[in-house]
């Protein structure tokens, strides 16, 4: 066992034990500078931030290669709205939404063909990060691809269309910077603010995993052709 490999365990156990244990008060990390942040933290119980955790140089490359196959593409929702956010899939099955509903889809409806599969390396990191967060034998079968533009947001949800709820979620930020709002069992504010930058991933599942969720609309100013990419990693079956 590597030592990196080695501080994993002992942070995985580590957060097994604190998760049953008495409840931290919520982070308010944007009064810290980054450097000042553990590497792990609770956002509320079973809600676990992993800062920088993810490379994302090589996750950018994957996330070309996945929209090289199946385009990003601004999905309807199911009352006929355009989501703000970009999106694509690969792995075994893709989420997909448009007036018949929210649901999983074994191809793209876009060009009918199967999904991109997902990178080994890939299942490998969501595998890693959920055992770190103390959720051991993640096993992804669908890997969501969201790409936000300046002045996307995502809008207060919970994620509920996969089969077994056991699984937790994998939440992977790439590029610019943005807040994540956590809610918990109840969509009535005031949601935890989590801000989230490059690399950071975020990990939820037991009794957090029907949590509602979203994520504020990116700020218009920031530099020209700059995105942010979120990677996010289920067990749909
Ligand atoms: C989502 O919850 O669907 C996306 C989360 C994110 O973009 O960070
Ligand atoms: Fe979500």
Request: aromatic share 8%; net charge positive.
């Amino acid at each position: 066992m590597s030592g990196v490999d080695w501080q994993h365990t002992v942070i995985a156990v580590i957060s097994r034990l604190l998760s049953v244990g008495p409840m931290p008060p919520p982070l308010q990390t944007e009064l810290l500078p980054s450097a000042a942040l553990p590497a792990v933290s609770f956002v509320a119980e079973e809600v676990v931030l992993l800062r920088r955790f993810a490379p994302t140089a090589a996750l950018r490359s994957a996330i070309d290669a996945i929209a090289a196959a199946a385009p990003f593409r601004h999905l309807s929702t199911p009352g006929g709205g355009s989501m703000s956010v970009a999106m694509t899939n690969c792995g075994a099955w893709g989420w997909h939404s448009d007036a018949r509903g929210y649901r999983y889809l074994e191809r793209d409806p876009g060009s009918d063909l199967p999904w991109p599969a997902m990178p080994l390396a890939l299942a490998e990191l969501a595998a890693r990060a959920a055992a770190t967060a103390g959720f051991p034998g993640f096993a992804p079968d669908c890997c969501l691809v969201n790409r936000y533009a300046p002045g996307a947001q995502m809008g207060t949800h919970r994620d509920f269309d996969e089969h077994d709820l056991r699984h937790p979620i994998v939440s992977v930020s790439i590029g610019l910077p943005a807040v994540f709002l956590w809610y918990g069992a109840s969509r009535q504010g005031p949601p935890t603010r989590v801000p989230l930058v490059d690399g950071d991933v975020l990990v939820w599942g037991g009794r957090a995993r029907a949590g509602y969720h979203g994520v504020r609309r990116l700020p218009v100013r920031a530099e020209a052709g700059a995105l942010r990419y979120n990677l996010t990693f289920r067990r749909a079956r």
